[in-house]
């Protein structure tokens, strides 16, 4: 299996395909990803990749693996990254 693309292999694509610099390129990852993190309570979409939703869960009960012995599991917040069907189909292919 073919390894990730760290976050300069990244930006180099980015700066060639828009022939501007690395650090041109950098910054506007930088960007869109503190706008991410800003905008995340509210959905943030990524045009044609997906969207952050923060989505509320509730309060459960669980099982202890190993002893079976059931426990409460709190309500809490979490964030979720819902993949657009446009990024779906252009990986998977469509049916």
Known sequence: MAKALTKS???TAIAEK?????KQAGVVLEELAALAYKNAKNTFTFPGI???VLV????R????????AEIKIPAKKVVKFRVAK?????????K
């Open 86 to 94: 446009a990024a779906k189909d252009a990986i998977l292919g469509t």
């Open 9 to 11: 292999q990244v930006a």
């Open 18 to 22: 828009a022939e501007i610099s690395k």
């Open 56 to 59: 509320n869960r509730k309060a």
């Open 61 to 68: 009960i669980g099982r202890n693996p190993a002893t079976g």
């Open 50 to 52: 997906g969207k952050l």
